[in-house]
C-alpha cells in the first residue's frame, strides 16, 4: 500500500532577535538615598540588584528603536517586508499614535499593519501568541514582536513598595514563516475580577468599583500579587504541559516574568522545574514588565546558555490580571 505523504504545514519560526537598555544604572544604593530601604531587603526580597533607567529625553520609542538596531547588528536582517509590527508596552510615548506605527516610521517600512498590545507583564508572550496566529493564517509571512518599557515614567518614586522594582528596555524578534514550527502549544488565564490590585490610572477614577489612585503611576498590592502569581503560574504550566503533552523535564529552559525571584523560586520549588535551568532579567534589570522576558533571553544568549534546537517555556504574568505561556522551539 502506499503511504500517502502528509504536506508539511508551514509554520512559525524566530528569525532574528535583538535587545536594548538605557544607559543610566540605579542601584539599590541609590534608592537607599531615596526612600527609606536597603540593598538587603531589596536582594532578599526581590533579587533585583539595580536597573536601567531612560534618560529625561529618552521614551518607550527609543528603547524599541534601539533594539530594532541591535537586531540589525546581529542578525542579516531586511526590514523592508515585514507585514506586521506588534508592541508590546504598557508604557508608551504616547496613548496614540501607536508605537508599532512609529516603529513603521522610524525604520521605512512600506506596508504593514501596526498594533500596540496591551497586557502588562504577558504583553511580549501575547504578542508572540499573536504573531504565530498571523502566520499560522497564511495572511502574513513576516511579524516584528516588540516588548518595551520606560516603567521609570510611570514610577512614584516615594512609594518605596513600588520604586525598587522597575527599570526599562526592550527586546525585539522576528516571527516568519518557516518550514518547522518553532510555537508547539500556548496557554492563556485572566483574572479580571482581581485588576484594581495592580493598575496605572487613565481616565476612570474606578476598576471593579473600587476607587483607585488617579496620578497616572503604577500602584500594586504587593502582597496580593505576589500570592496570585505563585498559585495560578505552577496551576497554568500543569495545564500547557498537559496539553502539550510533554513533562517538565523536557524543557531546557523556563523563562518566566523577571517580577521577583522569589515568585520564580517558589513556581520551581511547586513544579519541579530546577533553578538552574530558570533565566531571568531582575537581577541586572529589574522589573521591566512587557521586555523582562527578552532581557533575560539576552543575557542568556550573550552568555551562550541558549542553543538551537532547545525547548523553552515562556511564562509571562501580571497586571490584568494576565498570564499567558508559551512553548517555544528555539530556531536562531
Ligand atoms: O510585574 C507584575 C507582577 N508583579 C509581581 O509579581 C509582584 C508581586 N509582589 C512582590 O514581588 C512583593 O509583594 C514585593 C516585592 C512588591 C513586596 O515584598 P513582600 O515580601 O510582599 O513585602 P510586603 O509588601 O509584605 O512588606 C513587608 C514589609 C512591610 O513592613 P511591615 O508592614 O511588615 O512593617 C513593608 O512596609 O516590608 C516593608 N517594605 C519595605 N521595607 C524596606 C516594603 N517595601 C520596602 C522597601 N524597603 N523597599
Known amino acids: 500500500m502506499i503511504q500517502k505523504q502528509l504536506p508539511l504545514i508551514s509554520d512559525a519560526v524566530i528569525t532574528a532577535f535583538g535587545a536594548y537598555v538605557p544607559e543610566r544604572v540605579l ?19 526581590t533579587g533585583i540588584k539595580e536597573r536601567r533607567i531612560a534618560a529625561e529625553n ?28 506588534l ?24 506596508a504593514c499593519g501596526a498594533t500596540d498590545v496591551q497586557a502588562t507583564c504577558a504583553g511580549f508572550v501575547s504578542a508572540l501568541q499573536l504573531a504565530n496566529g498571523l502566520v499560522l493564517t497564511g495572511a502574513y509571512r513576516k511579524i516584528l514582536v516588540v ?9 512614584d518614586y516615594s512609594d518605596r513598595s513600588t520604586c525598587i522594582l522597575f527599570g526599562d528596555g526592550a527586546g525585539v524578534m522576528l516571527v516568519e514563516k518557516g518550514e518547522a514550527g518553532a510555537f508547539l ?36 498590592n504587593g502582597r ?23 513533562s517538565v523535564n523536557e524543557i531546557d529552559w523556563f523563562v518566566p516574568h523577571s517580577a521577583n525571584m522569589r515568585i520564580v523560586e517558589s513556581i520551581c ?36 546558555r541558549i542553543s538551537t534546537g532547545d525547548l523553552l517555556l ?19
Open 27 to 45: 542601584t539599590n544604593a541609590d534608592l537607599e538615598q531615596m526612600v527609606e530601604t536597603n540593598d538587603q531587603w531589596i536582594f532578599q526580597r
Open 185 to 220: 502549544a500556548s496557554y492563556n488565564q485572566t483574572d479580571g475580577r482581581n485588576g484594581h490590585h495592580l493598575y496605572r490610572s487613565a481616565l476612570a477614577p474606578a476598576i471593579n468599583g473600587v476607587s483607585i489612585e488617579q496620578n497616572g503611576k503604577i500602584v500594586q
Open 314 to 332: 515562556l511564562y509571562g504574568f501580571g497586571g490584568g490580571l494576565t498570564e499567558a505561556a508559551l512553548l517555544v522551539r528555539w530556531t536562531l
Open 87 to 110: 508592541v508590546a508596552t504598557t508604557t508608551p510615548d504616547a496613548v496614540f499614535p501607536s508605537m508599532a506605527a512609529r516603529v513603521q516610521a522610524e525604520f521605512g517600512i512600506r
Open 58 to 85: 529618552e521614551y518607550c520609542s527609543d528603547m524599541i528603536f534601539g533594539a530594532v538596531r541591535d537586531m540589525q547588528r546581529r542578525y542579516r536582517v531586511d526590514l523592508d517586508d515585514i507585514d506586521y509590527i
Open 269 to 304: 520549588e511547586k513544579t519541579g522545574i530546577p533553578l538552574d535551568r530558570t533565566l531571568t532579567s531582575m537581577r541586572e534589570y529589574g522589573n521591566t514588565s512587557a521586555a523582562s522576558i527578552p532581557l533575560a533571553l539576552d543575557l542568556a544568549l550573550k552568555n551562550n
Open 147 to 155: 516588548g518595551a518599557e520606560t516603567l521609570s515614567k510611570a514610577t
Open 224 to 246: 496580593e500579587v505576589y500570592r496570585w502569581a505563585v498559585t495560578a503560574v505552577p496551576k497554568g504550566i500543569k495545564a500547557l504541559m498537559d496539553k502539550a503533552g510533554m
